[in-house]
């Protein structure tokens, strides 16, 4: 179940990202807006997704935390590995994902034993996150390229914001009215304010085009 959800926001946000942007540095930043939107979607209706589930599925919250961060992480610099793969140094990725390989094995023969999945799942973030931090400063040193802006801080700021809203509304009762309350609250102050701080002129013009199509205007496009 956490496996498919793992999958399930990588194949949604890269398609939708896809449909944004073509580009390294923008594309970057589309990616991350997207990838976390959608984890924000499913964290704040966690509760709401597990009251559906047999009560053995709810010690899986940092299951999910853990897996879709990697996720999200793996999605915003997982551009630097195509980067390696088709240049010159295009062996240096090869000997990085040995290091992968050893490393997962070591994490998971550590982290299973103690904490069972969420071991497993903390020993896949982990994984991510030292295997994209390797390719980022190879990027870095062989080509001087750094994925790194200000509007992706703000992304995280906007995100652990939504979090913290989503948190102060009270159980609505109804799964369904709770869900529906916390997607809109999330996607009107999420959305809201990467549209309004124009954190991608991608996303902005492609929310104009769209709002263009149903009649409403919101201003000139970033």
């Not at 496996?3 to 580009?23: D, E, R, S």
């Not at 590995?81 to 090869?94: A, E, M, N, P, Q």
């Not at 799964?175 to 999420?190: E, K, Q, T």
């Amino acid at each position: 179940m956490y496996f498919i959800w793992y999958l399930l926001i990588g194949l949604v946000a890269g398609w939708l990202a896809n449909l944004l942007v073509k580009g390294h540095g923008s594309g970057l930043v589309v990616n991350l807006i997207v990838g976390s939107f959608l984890f924000l979607l499913i964290w704040v209706n966690l509760d709401n997704i597990f009251s559906l589930m047999p009560g053995s599925y709810s010690d899986g919250r940092y299951v999910f935390l853990f897996l879709g961060l990697a996720r999200v992480m793996d999605m915003y610099s997982g551009l630097n590995g195509t980067i390696l793969v088709t240049s010159k140094k295009y062996r240096y990725d090869f000997t990085f994902s040995l290091m992968l390989v050893a490393l997962t094995v070591a994490s998971n023969a550590l982290l299973i034993p103690r904490w069972g999945m969420t071991g497993a799942a903390l020993a896949t973030m982990i994984t991510v996150l030292a295997y994209n931090a390797i390719r980022i400063a190879s990027v870095w040193k062989f080509y001087r390229i750094q994925p790194f802006a200000l509007s992706d801080l703000l992304v995280v700021v906007l995100a652990a914001g939504c979090i913290g809203a989503s948190a102060l509304v009270p159980p609505m009762g109804h799964f369904i009215a709770d869900g529906l309350i916390r997607s809109a609250l999330v996607a009107a102050l999420y959305g809201g304010a990467v549209y309004s701080l124009k954190l991608s002129p991608e996303i902005n013009r492609t929310i104009d085009r769209t709002l263009s199509r149903l009649g409403i205007r919101l201003g000139r496009r970033a």
